[in-house]
Each structure stands twice: as C-alpha cells, then as structure tokens.
Nanobody, 124 residues
Framework: QVQLVESGGGLVQAGGSLRLSCVASGRTFSSYFMGWFRQAPGKEREFVAAITLSGAGTYYTNSVKGRFTISRDGAKNTVYLQMSSLKPEDTAVYYC?????????????????WGQGTQVTVSS
C-alpha cells in the first residue's frame, strides 16, 4: 500500500506564495506520476500539476503555468508544489495523488492513492 501525507497549506494574501509538500511511503515504485489536484467548494476536483517519478517530465494546467512549480526529492520521497503569485481563485483543498497504472496524468480517476488534503486560502 501507499500512504501520502500533505502539508504546507494555509492562509495567504493575493500575490503571496506557499509551498506544499507531499511525503509518500509504501510501494511507490513502478508508478507513472505524482500529481496535485485541488477542489474548491461546490466544484469538481481538478488537475493542477503532475511529475513523472523520474522527475524528467512536468505538466501543468493552463491556469497555473508560470506561477506554480512541481518538483520532487527522490531521497526524501517527497513531491513539492511551489505556488507563487497566488490568486483568490486558487483557494481550494489541495490533494496529492499517485498514479501507478495509467499514462494519463490529468484524470483523477487514474490516481489510485490520495492524501488527506491541505487547505489553501488566498485572500484578496
């Protein structure tokens, strides 16, 4: 099994920055992607960013390109989401997830393991 634990959320003013962390434990080898998703109240969960387990490939939804950066530290089994120039519309619960079996990186149902989520609130 795989366990994912996120941290780093909080309250920040618009234009500010936060860094989210996701520590993975368990059987994470032979996986395709680690991803970040977010869900705002009353909305569906949406893809934010993903990274291949090798770290060679990174992918972003258009609304965060140039503002968010996903990275990983293999030695620590940790994936990060550095968020800058935050906007009120970035407010959501952010989840990290692990995709072990599928080559699509932006489909929530293709991720088998999920963390508990961390709240990010951006005030205007």
């Amino acid at each position: 099994q795989v366990q994912l634990v996120e941290s780093g959320g909080g309250l920040v003013q618009a234009g500010g920055s936060l860094r989210l962390s996701c520590v993975a434990s368990g059987r994470t080898f032979s996986s395709y992607f680690m991803g970040w998703f977010r869900q705002a109240p009353g909305k569906e969960r949406e893809f934010v960013a993903a990274i291949t387990l090798s770290g060679a490939g990174t992918y972003y939804t258009n609304s965060v390109k140039g503002r968010f950066t996903i990275s990983r530290d293999g030695a620590k089994n940790t994936v990060y989401l550095q968020m800058s120039s935050l906007k009120p519309e970035d407010t959501a619960v952010y989840y990290c997830a692990l995709n072990k079996y599928y080559s699509d990186y932006d489909v929530p149902s293709h991720y088998s393991y999920w963390g508990q989520g961390t709240q990010v609130t951006v005030s205007s």
